[in-house]
Nanobody, 125 residues
Framework: QVQLGESGGGLAQAGGSLRLSCAVFGGTVSDYAVGWFRQAPGKEREFVAHISWSGNTYYADSVKGRFTISRDNAKNTVSLQMNTLKPEDTAVYYC???????????????????WGQGTQVTVSS
């Protein structure tokens, strides 16, 4: 069964950058759709970005132009490059994988059936 592990979280200043990595264990990353979600205290888990098995990418409006999701087949990882960070980006970030093909919208949590434990991202003013 596929397992996911996030890394790269930490503290950044507003306007700074962080790069998160999602390692895929027990499977080939290109065989799955992979999404990033985030959850701040008291808020619902929020869609951030998605990359399909074929490499198509999708972003939440709140991060378009600032975040980039990518896949490294050699390392079997999916990354989230976060630039121009804002305090409102502060949250626990989760990596999730789903089946290669689905009609379920990519921005919904039910699209995914495997989740990592999350990594904390904190952005100071």
């Amino acid at each position: 069964q596929v397992q996911l592990g996030e890394s790269g979280g930490g503290l950044a200043q507003a306007g700074g950058s962080l790069r998160l990595s999602c390692a895929v264990f027990g499977g080939t990353v290109s065989d799955y759709a992979v999404g990033w979600f985030r959850q701040a205290p008291g808020k619902e888990r929020e869609f951030v970005a998605h990359i399909s098995w074929s490499g198509n990418t999708y972003y939440a409006d709140s991060v378009k132009g600032r975040f980039t999701i990518s896949r490294d087949n050699a390392k079997n990882t999916v990354s989230l490059q976060m630039n121009t960070l804002k305090p409102e980006d502060t949250a626990v970030y989760y990596c999730a994988s789903g089946s290669r093909l689905s009609v379920v919208p990519v921005a919904t949590t039910r699209r995914y059936d495997n989740w990592g434990q999350g990594t904390q991202v904190t952005v100071s003013s």
